[in-house]
């Protein structure tokens, strides 16, 4: 019998948070880097922006995965099981938004390999599409982050009140 056990709904709700923290630093990042502007000395901002994007994307797709696991245990036990599909509706599109980051990411270092390519895309455009690609991708965490409250605390997602608690549900302590 294992001493520390998680059901498996606990699992989406705890891994949230890395992409949360991890993509809103990256729209603070690169905040900063459009600020700054292309001086050497803020190189780093860069690097940390594609840091902070990589590292975020992995989590998300992380939680994406915990998040279909604990969908499948707590819908049977939803009022409204379209808020459920609604919080995945959102947080595909962050999904989304996060790969269209990636690939801008990515030609920035296909453009000067990729004919033409350079001359439609200046380094201070591509600053400023990641810094729309990021203010998205931070709206969507938003949302989906209202939306799974909201099916915590109006629907009780997740809930297992133990056998030993006198507190009426939604009462003061």
Same mark, same amino acid.
């Given at each position: 019998m294992p001493i520390f056990?998680?059901?498996?709904?606990?699992?989406?709700?705890?891994?949230? !948070? +890395?992409?949360?923290? *991890?993509?809103?630093m990256m729209l603070g990042v690169k905040c900063l880097?459009?600020?700054?502007?292309?001086?050497?000395?803020? !190189? +780093?901002?860069?690097? *940390?922006?594609r840091f902070f994007l990589y590292c975020g994307a992995g989590s998300l797709g992380a939680t994406l995965c915990l998040g279909d696991i604990s969908g499948d245990v707590v819908k049977k036990s939803l009022c409204d099981v379209a808020a459920l599909y609604r919080h995945e509706d959102l947080a595909y599109r962050v999904l989304w938004f996060v790969l269209v980051a990636l690939a801008v990411d990515f030609s920035r270092h296909l453009k000067n390999q990729i004919p033409g390519l350079a001359l439609v895309l200046s380094r201070r455009s591509l600053q400023w599409i990641e810094m729309g690609l990021s203010v998205c991708i931070f709206w969507f965490l938003l949302k989906t982050g209202y939306?799974?409250?909201?099916?915590?605390?109006?629907?009780?997602?997740?809930?297992?009140?133990?056998?030993?608690?006198?507190?009426?549900v939604g009462g003061a302590r």
């Amino acid at each position: 019998m294992p001493i520390f056990t998680i059901r498996s709904e606990l699992w989406h709700p705890m891994a949230a !948070h +890395f992409p949360i923290a *991890l993509l809103t630093m990256m729209l603070g990042v690169k905040c900063l880097g459009v600020l700054c502007g292309d001086r050497a000395q803020f !190189h +780093f901002l860069g690097i *940390l922006y594609r840091f902070f994007l990589y590292c975020g994307a992995g989590s998300l797709g992380a939680t994406l995965c915990l998040g279909d696991i604990s969908g499948d245990v707590v819908k049977k036990s939803l009022c409204d099981v379209a808020a459920l599909y609604r919080h995945e509706d959102l947080a595909y599109r962050v999904l989304w938004f996060v790969l269209v980051a990636l690939a801008v990411d990515f030609s920035r270092h296909l453009k000067n390999q990729i004919p033409g390519l350079a001359l439609v895309l200046s380094r201070r455009s591509l600053q400023w599409i990641e810094m729309g690609l990021s203010v998205c991708i931070f709206w969507f965490l938003l949302k989906t982050g209202y939306s799974g409250s909201r099916l915590v605390y109006e629907q009780g997602a997740g809930v297992v009140r133990s056998a030993g608690c006198k507190t009426p549900v939604g009462g003061a302590r």
